[in-house]
C-alpha cells in the first residue's frame, strides 16, 4: 500500500470515530465516500445532543470496506 492511500486510509478513520454531523433530513453522511450511511445504533439523548453511530452500505467504499464505524453527533436546535 503506498503512502498516500494509507494517509488516506488513516484520516477517513480519524473522521469517523471523532464523529461527523448529523442531520434530521439528511441523516450523515460517509466521510470518505459522501453517501448517506446506514445506522446501526443510537445512544440517548445526553442533554442536547445524541450519538449515532453508522455503516457506510457503498461496497467500493474504504470505511465501507475496512468496516469502520462512523460516529455521528446530532444537536438539538
Known sequence: MSTSVTLYLVEMITKAEAGIDYRPRTG???PAC????KIVATRPWEGTA???????R???????STGTTIKSVEVER
Open 58 to 64: 457503498q461496497p467500493a467504499c474504504v470505511l465501507a
Open 28 to 30: 450523515a453522511l460517509c
Open 50 to 56: 445524541r450519538i449515532r453511530y453508522h455503516r457506510c
Open 34 to 37: 459522501g453517501k448517506p450511511a
